[in-house]
């Protein structure tokens, strides 16, 4: 079937970005501004048959597009989705329009630029999501390094450029090494790129325990897995808000998904013996960085933390190698890109008033702020994983296959619930609670009707996906079971 | 042996260059009867002869191989394609360097015709066949550069460049002569079909045949300026005055490469296991020295010396897999890399003016605020020679790791990935410069139309061979299976 569904969600983002580039105008940014919005819009709306068409009945590829790209080294131009990446497209296509509409009164400085960047690189990380050969996979995956690189480091705080480089350099690192690796399977499949031929190819043990372990390097560190982890920190508190948000609810999923897409199928046995490491270092992030996040002053820093740790919760679900536990990952990326993007907001809305971040500056907010802080508490107790929020099922999920695989493992995995709670509401308690504590709060102004749209829809979206997340997990289980039973088939012969 | 039939018929294959030596000689005349100040018709007479000598290589590419003055030129896929490159680049060096020259009173028939002169030297050394016509064309290329860089007579950087140049150079050539010399007494012949044939049917004295492959080894690592024998690339590209540096660092690649392939790949094939283990050391050396010495330099033409080196070391990766595929890999990564070069240097030119000098990293301070296009073009680039997608300089990268890596080199693919890491930090550091900081001095861009466009071209062009590659790609594919 020849569908250009998904390069309609690659191009359109792109093409619009260059064209708002090229109206650039730094004293009258309101024509870049419009445009950007319309092809945020029409972005998201090119997606839509995504998930309106998507079949159901199977967890193979669908929408693929297949052209030849570069025929000497049989590179192809290899499109398709399955229910891993569609969510994922989705969710990226939404989170544009989100950013685009966060920054319009905030951002003043080089409009068409910051816009420019956020378009172009929503559409390189629709490629990332829905690239089957492994050469494109890389070139999105790489070149989104470039916008995010320029986003954090023109428009972030004072240390914006030691955390740009460092974001950059990190990651730059991992993903050379997994180039490598597809460069190595290239050989071993006899000329093929196709990640699909990747997953068939027999590997022996060595081999495949370091493939898994170089793509294992970029992939920690795009999740980031503790210890890989310390750029994350960095690079949220220097990025501006749609920075924030796009790094925590987007390109931290790329990580989770190049698990799903390459590790796990290209190096069945490797993971399974590399298992009880993967889960000891997820553990490690859910406790250890929830206790650091307890201790953070600066909120979007302990935002970025509680990104960490539950992330944590990702790979724990992944690396248990079951039905549940896979699930609960999948749900818990989605969810988590709704709930982190709306807690970067939310800082966001407070930082643009007060231009502080941290929590000592504030205290009695929900005096003046009432309808921000009513967002805010919702906000917040779905990243603590409250019932009925989004952020309860994933953790559910994977608790739940934890406690099948091993009751200690599960018991840590689920202090998360208590220390999410404790390190986010002691925030929102020090932040929105008490006396007004001084008097930038009590000058105060509540939320616009511009940053309602956000916070509605976002609401929206995490109770929604509390309350019915059917339309996700059908999405999610054909695929799910397919690569689960492809897993468990050893490649060693 | 055939010398009975000559007739100028048999000269049809090197055409183009006595093309390029007549224009050459008569733009040497010609350029007396030029005033000072009409100088810019000597450099368009210049700049049509490469392009017509450039149509003329073009024109032969179709045809099967061509060999003249009794096997010692030949004209085959292979060198066309690669002469083309350096017609090219050497038109473009001499378009960015116009505006330069002029304000510096520079734009003299010696520049033009010392560039005409040493691009033949270039041609003659991709096209040769045999150990003398590539020392020839050698030494015509290396002595025209001696004399373009000590130009600017009255800065002393640029005599003290010159003089490193040349002593280095020399002793560079004597020790190739040298080997080429051991080859000829184990092999018993200088023309490298037969020196390969030799080998091949082990009738060469292996150990003299060996110590005479050191010597060409140690040469050839000279001319591309590979470590342990970099030493002068630093120094000439930092003192010569940028257009020099600019020719030095573009075209003169691309002949190196093509000398290293007639060398090592058709001549000593036969003693490839040897060459590609001393290839492996220059190679796992220049990414070390070029990527790690490149983050303390703080001007920009020392740096983009190192970053040379350590492109060198990427090039070597491709030549030592010792395949088809890998010297085809490694053309495309030399022509590619010739491209994003020149679009550097080109940057560096048009950000100078009367009485400025743009050479530091600092001059690019806040470029962004100033222009947003220039800064793109910068930006491009940068991120081509740190070989981040979907620049070209990534698939260059690409293609030669992927032939190292068939040819079992992974150890050193390994170690070539993490050197690129710290390769992209210093190549970083310019965008952040660009993009991060704040102008310290005014920057203006108001150098002629011709190079801005073509500028603008290049940069576009690197962009766009990072999106399209298949046609230069197959290109180089096809004059390596069709010369090899």
Same mark, same amino acid.
């Given at each position: 079937?020849?569908?250009?569904?998904?390069?309609?969600?690659?191009?359109?983002?792109?093409v619009?970005?260059v064209?708002?580039?090229?109206?650039?105008?730094?004293?009258?940014?309101?024509?870049?501004?419009?445009?950007?919005?319309?092809?945020?819009?029409?972005g998201?709306?090119v997606?839509?048959?995504?998930?309106?068409?998507?079949?159901?009945t199977?967890?193979?590829?669908?929408?693929t597009?297949?052209?030849?790209w570069?025929?000497?080294?049989?590179?192809?131009?290899?499109?398709?989705?399955?229910?891993?990446?569609?969510?994922?497209?989705?969710?990226?296509?939404?989170?544009?329009?989100?950013?685009?509409?966060?920054?319009?009164?905030?951002?003043?400085?080089?409009?068409?630029?910051?816009?420019?960047?956020?378009?172009?690189?929503?559409?390189?990380?629709?490629g990332?999501?829905?690239?089957?050969?492994?050469?494109?996979?890389?070139v999105?995956?790489?070149?989104?390094?470039?916008?995010?690189?320029?986003?954090i480091?023109?428009?972030?705080?004072?240390?914006?450029?030691?955390?740009?480089?460092?974001?950059?350099?990190?990651?730059?690192?991992?993903?050379?090494?997994?180039?490598?690796?597809?460069?190595?399977?290239?050989?071993?499949t006899?000329g093929?790129f196709e990640?699909?031929d990747?997953h068939?190819?027999?590997?022996?043990?060595?081999?495949?325990?370091?493939?898994?372990?170089?793509?294992?390097?970029?992939?920690?560190?795009?999740?980031p897995m503790w210890?890989?982890?310390?750029?994350?920190?960095d690079?949220?508190?220097?990025?501006?808000?749609g920075?924030?948000?796009?790094?925590?609810?987007?390109?931290?999923?790329?990580?989770g998904?190049?698990?799903?897409?390459?590790s796990?199928p290209?190096?069945?046995?490797?993971?399974?013996?590399?298992?009880?490491?993967?889960?000891a270092?997820?553990?490690?992030?859910?406790v250890?960085?929830?206790?650091?996040?307890?201790?953070?002053s600066?909120?979007?820093?302990l935002?970025?933390?509680?990104?960490?740790?539950?992330?944590?919760?990702?790979t724990?679900?992944?690396?248990?190698?079951?039905?549940?536990?896979?699930?609960?990952?999948?749900?818990?990326?989605?969810?988590?890109?709704?709930?982190?993007?709306?807690?970067?907001?939310?800082?966001?809305?407070?930082?643009?008033?007060?231009?502080?971040?941290?929590?000592?500056?504030?205290g009695?907010?929900?005096?003046?702020?009432?309808?921000?802080?009513?967002?805010?508490?919702?906000?917040?107790?779905a990243?603590?994983?409250?019932p009925a929020?989004?952020?309860?099922?994933?953790?559910f999920?994977?608790?739940?296959?934890?406690?099948?695989?091993?009751?200690?493992?599960?018991?840590?995995a689920?202090?998360?619930?208590?220390f999410?709670?404790?390190?986010?509401?002691w925030?929102?308690?020090?932040?929105?609670?008490g006396e007004?504590?001084?008097?930038?709060v009590a000058?105060l102004?509540?939320?616009?009707?511009?940053?309602?749209?956000?916070?509605?829809?976002?609401?929206?979206?995490?109770?929604?996906?509390?309350?019915?997340?059917?339309?996700?997990?059908?999405?999610?289980?054909?695929?799910?079971?397919?690569?689960?039973?492809?897993v468990?088939?050893s490649?060693?012969? | 042996?055939?010398?009975?039939t000559?007739?100028?018929?048999?000269?049809?294959?090197?055409?183009?260059?006595i093309?390029?030596?007549?224009?050459?000689?008569a733009?040497?005349?010609?350029?007396l009867?030029?005033?000072?100040?009409?100088?810019?018709?000597?450099?368009?007479?210049?700049?049509?002869?490469?392009?017509?000598?450039?149509?003329?290589?073009?024109?032969?590419?179709?045809?099967?191989?061509?060999?003249?003055?009794?096997?010692?030129?030949?004209?085959?896929?292979?060198?066309?394609?690669?002469?083309?490159?350096?017609?090219?680049?050497v038109?473009?060096?001499?378009?960015?360097?116009?505006?330069w020259?002029?304000?510096k009173?520079?734009l003299?028939?010696?520049?033009i015709?010392?560039?005409l002169?040493?691009?033949?030297?270039?041609m003659v050394?991709?096209?040769?066949?045999?150990?003398?016509?590539?020392?020839?064309?050698?030494?015509?290329l290396?002595?025209?550069?001696?004399?373009?860089?000590?130009?600017? &007579?009255?800065?002393?950087?640029? $005599?003290?460049?010159a /003089?490193?140049?040349?002593? %280095? *150079?020399? !002793? @560079?050539?004597?020790?190739?002569?040298?080997?080429?010399?051991?080859?000829?007494?184990?092999?018993?012949?200088?023309?490298?079909?037969?020196?390969?044939?030799s080998?091949?049917?082990s009738?060469?004295?292996?150990?003299?045949?060996a110590?005479g492959?050191?010597?060409?080894?140690?040469?050839?690592?000279?001319?591309?300026?590979?470590?342990?024998?970099h030493?002068?690339?630093?120094?000439v590209?930092?003192?010569?005055?940028t257009?020099?540096?600019?020719?030095?660092g573009?075209a003169?690649?691309i002949?190196?490469?093509?000398f290293?392939?007639?060398?090592?790949?058709?001549?000593?094939?036969?003693l490839?296991?040897?060459?590609?283990?001393?290839?492996?050391?220059?190679?796992?050396?220049?990414?070390?020295?070029?990527?790690?010495?490149a983050?303390a330099q703080?001007?920009?033409? &020392?740096?983009?010396?190192?970053? $040379?080196?350590?492109? /060198?070391g990427?090039?070597? %990766? *491709?030549i !030592? @897999?010792?395949?088809d595929?890998?010297y085809?890999?490694?053309?495309?990564?030399?022509?590619t890399y010739?491209?994003?070069?020149?679009?550097?240097?080109?940057m560096?030119?048009?950000?100078?003016?009367?009485?400025?000098d743009c050479e530091?990293?600092?001059d690019?301070?806040?470029?962004?605020?100033?222009?947003?296009?220039?800064?793109?073009v910068?930006l491009?680039?940068?991120?081509s020679?740190a070989?981040?997608?979907?620049?070209?300089?990534?698939?260059?990268?690409?293609?030669?790791?992927?032939?190292a890596?068939?040819?079992?080199?992974?150890?050193l693919v390994?170690?070539?990935?993490?050197?690129?890491?710290?390769?992209?930090?210093?190549?970083?550091?310019?965008?952040?410069?660009?993009?991060?900081d704040?102008?310290?001095?005014e920057?203006s861009?108001?150098p002629?139309?011709d190079?801005?466009?073509?500028?603008?071209?290049?940069a576009?062009?690197?962009?766009?061979?990072?999106?399209?590659?298949?046609?230069?790609?197959?290109?180089c594919?096809?004059?390596?299976?069709?010369?090899?």
């Amino acid at each position: 079937m020849a569908s250009m569904t998904l390069s309609l969600a690659i191009w359109v983002p792109i093409v619009f970005g260059v064209a708002v580039l090229a109206l650039g105008n730094d004293r009258n940014p309101a024509p870049a501004r419009w445009t950007a919005l319309a092809g945020s819009i029409l972005g998201l709306l090119v997606c839509v048959p995504l998930w309106t068409g998507f079949d159901l009945t199977t967890g193979g590829m669908q929408f693929t597009e297949l052209r030849p790209w570069i025929e000497r080294f049989n590179v192809n131009y290899h499109l398709g989705v399955d229910g891993i990446a569609m969510p994922l497209i989705l969710l990226n296509s939404f989170m544009t329009v989100l950013v685009v509409i966060a920054h319009w009164e905030v951002v003043t400085e080089k409009v068409s630029q910051y816009l420019a960047a956020f378009l172009v690189m929503s559409g390189l990380i629709n490629g990332t999501f829905a690239a089957l050969d492994a050469i494109l996979f890389y070139v999105f995956f790489e070149a989104m390094l470039i916008p995010m690189f320029l986003i954090i480091g023109v428009w972030g705080g004072p240390n914006r450029v030691y955390a740009a480089v460092k974001f950059f350099l990190y990651t730059l690192l991992g993903s050379l090494l997994m180039l490598a690796s597809f460069i190595y399977l290239y050989w071993q499949t006899n000329g093929s790129f196709e990640i699909l031929d990747f997953h068939k190819v027999p590997l022996g043990f060595t081999a495949q325990v370091l493939v898994f372990l170089a793509m294992f390097m970029s992939f920690a560190v795009k999740v980031p897995m503790w210890p890989v982890h310390t750029w994350l920190p960095d690079a949220h508190v220097e990025a501006p808000t749609g920075g924030s948000v796009i790094l925590a609810a987007i390109t931290l999923k790329i990580g989770g998904y190049g698990f799903l897409r390459f590790s796990l199928p290209i190096a069945p046995d490797a993971a399974h013996a590399l298992s009880g490491f993967i889960i000891a270092i997820s553990l490690v992030a859910v406790v250890y960085i929830g206790l650091v996040a307890l201790v953070q002053s600066d909120m979007k820093k302990l935002i970025a933390y509680s990104s960490i740790s539950h992330m944590g919760f990702v790979t724990l679900g992944f690396f248990l190698f079951s039905a549940d536990g896979v699930l609960g990952g999948m749900i818990q990326m989605i969810s988590h890109g709704f709930i982190s993007a709306a807690m970067f907001l939310c800082v966001g809305v407070l930082y643009d008033r007060v231009h502080s971040r941290q929590i000592a500056d504030y205290g009695g907010v929900a005096n003046t702020m009432p309808v921000f802080a009513a967002f805010f508490v919702l906000f917040a107790m779905a990243n603590s994983g409250l019932p009925a929020t989004s952020g309860f099922i994933g953790e559910f999920l994977v608790v739940l296959a934890a406690v099948k695989v091993n009751f200690w493992v599960a018991l840590l995995a689920a202090t998360t619930l208590i220390f999410g709670a404790a390190y986010t509401l002691w925030m929102v308690k020090r932040v929105l609670y008490g006396e007004v504590a001084n008097a930038n709060v009590a000058a105060l102004k509540d939320v616009n009707a511009r940053e309602l749209v956000f916070l509605v829809l976002l609401a929206v979206a995490v109770i929604g996906m509390g309350v019915y997340p059917k339309p996700f997990s059908e999405v999610l289980n054909p695929t799910i079971q397919q690569l689960l039973a492809h897993v468990a088939e050893s490649k060693l012969q | 042996m055939n010398t009975a039939t000559f007739s100028l018929a048999t000269l049809a294959p090197a055409v183009p260059e006595i093309v390029l030596l007549a224009a050459a000689c008569a733009i040497l005349v010609a350029d007396l009867f030029v005033a000072d100040r009409d100088k810019a018709l000597t450099h368009w007479l210049a700049v049509g002869t490469l392009a017509g000598t450039a149509a003329l290589c073009a024109a032969t590419l179709g045809n099967p191989t061509g060999v003249t003055f009794q096997g010692m030129f030949v004209a085959d896929h292979f060198s066309q394609v690669l002469k083309v490159a350096i017609l090219g680049s050497v038109a473009a060096t001499l378009v960015y360097s116009r505006p330069w020259l002029e304000s510096k009173g520079l734009l003299r028939g010696e520049f033009i015709s010392l560039s005409l002169f040493a691009t033949l030297g270039m041609m003659v050394m991709v096209s040769a066949n045999h150990f003398l016509t590539l020392y020839l064309g050698l030494e015509l290329l290396a002595l025209s550069l001696y004399a373009l860089v000590a130009l600017q &007579r009255d800065s002393v950087a640029a $005599t003290e460049a010159a /003089m490193k140049y040349f002593v %280095l *150079g020399a !002793l @560079a050539s004597g020790m190739l002569l040298y080997g080429l010399s051991m080859l000829y007494g184990a092999t018993g012949s200088l023309e490298l079909t037969r020196v390969a044939q030799s080998i091949a049917y082990s009738q060469a004295n292996p150990t003299l045949a060996a110590m005479g492959l050191v010597f060409v080894v140690a040469g050839l690592a000279f001319k591309l300026g590979a470590v342990p024998f970099h030493m002068w690339v630093p120094d000439v590209y930092q003192g010569a005055y940028t257009p020099a540096a600019l020719f030095i660092g573009a075209a003169p690649k691309i002949a190196a490469f093509a000398f290293v392939i007639r060398l090592l790949a058709q001549g000593l094939d036969g003693l490839s296991a040897d060459w590609g283990l001393m290839l492996a050391i220059l190679s796992a050396a220049s990414l070390l020295v070029g990527n790690v010495v490149a983050i303390a330099q703080t001007n920009f033409k &020392r740096m983009l010396a190192y970053s $040379t080196i350590s492109h /060198m070391g990427f090039l070597l %990766l *491709g030549i !030592l @897999a010792g395949t088809d595929n890998g010297y085809s890999s490694a053309m495309f990564y030399v022509i590619t890399y010739a491209l994003m070069t020149l679009a550097a240097f080109g940057m560096l030119l048009l950000l100078s003016r009367a009485g400025f000098d743009c050479e530091n990293l600092e001059d690019f301070k806040g470029l962004n605020q100033r222009s947003k296009w220039w800064a793109f073009v910068m930006l491009v680039v940068m991120f081509s020679l740190a070989g981040i997608p979907p620049a070209v300089g990534f698939l260059g990268k690409l293609a030669v790791l992927q032939a190292a890596l068939e040819a079992g080199w992974t150890a050193l693919v390994v170690f070539a990935v993490l050197m690129s890491v710290i390769g992209a930090f210093y190549y970083l550091r310019v965008v952040k410069l660009m993009y991060m900081d704040e102008p310290v001095r005014e920057i203006s861009v108001e150098p002629r139309g011709d190079s801005r466009v073509l500028l603008s071209a290049n940069a576009l062009a690197v962009l766009a061979l990072g999106i399209v590659p298949g046609p230069l790609m197959d290109l180089c594919a096809r004059a390596v299976a069709a010369s090899l």
